[in-house]
């Protein structure tokens, strides 16, 4: 059974850091998209960052860009967001998925992947 697994939220101070990880199993995800989405209370869900299968070309969400740094790291079978100078706003549950097909091009939508993990927390707050 092919699953997905979010770890590495908690509560952290404005300005602070916090990095994600996401790790498959029962699947080799490595030609596959990768990305993280986000969803706040009473909130749609937001695009974070997508990382193309070669790792050639990223995405960010506008909200996210120049802060948070997505990486892949095929041997762990894993996906990580580096999120720097977090803000309020950047509370959420962090969500990571695959593309649903292999070898596809590098989308931000949703509707493009599948596989989701079961999010964790992420909260910016004093």
Known sequence: QEQVTESGGGLVQPGGSLKLSC????????????AWFRQAPGKEREFVAAIHWTKTTTFYGD????RFFISRDNTRNAV???MDSLR???????????????????ERTPSSYGYWGQGTQVTVSL
Request: overall charge negative; hydrophobic content about 30%; proline content about 5%.
């Open 88 to 106: 309020p706003e950047d509370t959420a549950v962090y969500y990571c998925a695959r593309s649903r097909l292999p070898y596809m091009e590098l």
């Open 63 to 66: 909200s996210v860009k120049g």
């Open 80 to 82: 990580e967001l580096e």
């Open 23 to 34: 790790v498959a199993t029962g699947h080799t995800f490595s030609k596959d998209n990768l």
